[in-house]
């Protein structure tokens, strides 16, 4: 299934699944980079350890807006 944009990777309800995760679990950065890891090695890509923590420090200042994490993990995911 290929989409036409980058923000139509992942369904809403698929995000606020993760979401509910990171504000539940209480998560550092780091544990936050690597639950995008193991999300987006679900979906089928890869992603950058380095990228995923970036992502994580931008997601969290945004109060976990599901539209920034849209953007941020499409970013993120590397086609494998």
Known sequence: MKTTAMTEKFSSTELS?????LMQGALDPWQAAELFQVFLAGHGYGVSPDAAY???GKIEGSGCSLEVMQTELGKLALVM
């Open 17 to 21: 699944v993760l979401r509910n995760e």
């Open 54 to 56: 970036d992502a994580a």
